[in-house]
């Protein structure tokens, strides 16, 4: 079982192990991967606890019923799946170190923490804006060949490819990374 | 037990939901692309894991679910988009990836994995961005969601061909850009 103590496995056996569970939840939950949705859902529960139940009411939760649904608990498992996998191959560590951040930034936590924090704002909006993430759109939606998808994962690249070369190369750096 | 009896337990589905998603982490996890310097190593065009990872995901999954499909075994879930909604939130979502480092997906991965970034940022943020989002959809869904609507349309249902003929050349074209990747060591 050394294999599952491996740091890091081939790209292609990991693309090719989240195929084969597309197949897996397509026939036993009638469901494609995805994620954005459980964090659409929570937000809603969390906003529940505050105001109470007239947020049910508001016509966004109507459709996305803050529940603890199917994505929810995938969403939940990717986390202790991951937990597991650091784990055994011995990468678990507490930090918020990333040496591309440090070799653009330098050592800047707390600014690392604000560019999180807005990236994650931006990302909650934009998933549920276009309905779905880099897992509904990008990997179910474009294996489906659905055309909402292939335009929503082309416009992820598009906006993140450019994005990232504005903020690495032309601000943080100097002429295009 | 069928198939459809097998959909209608809920407590079962949230079990096995929970069970796929503990193998999605693992898989994500041993891929690297819960690793920030991985996702903006793709974003920089240095690293290709990420692509990789979905283009791989994407030939093995399509070839499956669609022998399921023509086999009566299961249904398609393509997602309904427009314009308006699939390009524009599209780039935003680009935007708030390069940002961020992470994706919905891999976040709750990087959380797993230690990354307090992910957590105090990550996760806080989408939430917050979600429930922006569900603030203003009254006023978004009456507008710029529905311009350009193509509805839940595949690919082989726009062109009005059979599936296979888009499934198996697609399979081929991005096998062979997997390839080139390869061979020009990237």
């Known amino acids: ?102 070799e653009y930034f330098g050592h800047t936590p707390v600014l690392r923490l604000i560019f999180a924090l807005a990236g994650g704002v931006a990302m909650g909006f934009g998933s549920r804006w276009a309905g779905g993430c880099t897992s509904g759109h990008g990997i179910s939606g474009t294996l489906q060949w659905a055309l909402s998808s292939w335009i929503a994962a082309l416009c992820f690249f598009a906006g993140g490819i450019a994005t990232a070369m504005l903020v690495f190369g032309v601000v943080a750096g100097g002429g295009i990374p | 037990m069928k198939l459809y009896e097998l959909h209608e337990k809920k407590g079962l589905q949230l079990l096995i939901a929970l069970l796929c998603g503990v193998v999605f982490g693992f898989l994500l996890q041993k891929g690297g692309v819960t690793d920030y310097d991985v996702i903006i190593g793709q974003l920089l065009l240095r690293d290709f894991t990420v692509l990789k990872v979905m283009m791989s995901a994407v030939i093995v999954g399509s070839l499956g679910v669609y022998a399921m499909k023509s086999a009566g075994l299961v249904h398609l879930h393509p997602k309904p988009g427009s314009f308006g909604s699939s390009a524009v939130g599209g780039l935003i979502f680009g935007f708030g990836f390069a940002i961020l480092g992470y994706c919905p997906g891999t976040v709750a991965g990087a959380v797993g994995s230690g990354a307090v970034d992910a957590l105090l940022g990550g996760v806080t943020g989408i939430l917050i961005g979600s429930g922006l989002f569900a603030a203003m959809y009254p006023r978004l869904r009456a507008g710029i969601l529905q311009k350009g609507d193509f509805g839940t349309r595949t690919i082989p249902q726009a062109l009005g061909i059979n599936d296979w003929l888009v499934v198996i050349p697609g399979c081929i074209l991005i096998a062979v850009l997997l390839v080139i990747l390869e061979n020009a060591g990237l």
Not at chain 1, 23 to 49: H, N, Q, V, Y
Not at chain 1, 63 to 68: A, D, K, Q
Request: glycine fraction near 10%; charged fraction near 20%.
């Open chain 1, 1 to 102: 079982m050394e294999w599952l103590e491996l740091g890091r496995w081939s790209p292609y056996a990991v693309g090719a192990g989240i195929g084969v569970l597309s197949w897996i939840t397509f026939l036993l939950l009638d469901k494609p991967i995805g994620c954005s949705t459980a964090f659409a859902r929570t937000s809603g529960m969390i906003e529940k606890l505050f105001k109470g139940n007239r947020v049910s009411e508001k016509p966004y939760y109507r459709e996305f019923v803050p529940e603890i649904d199917w994505e929810w608990m995938l969403v939940a498992g990717v986390f202790a799946g991951a937990f597991l996998s650091s784990i055994l191959s011995g990468t678990f560590h507490i930090s918020m170190e990333h040496a591309v951040w440090t």
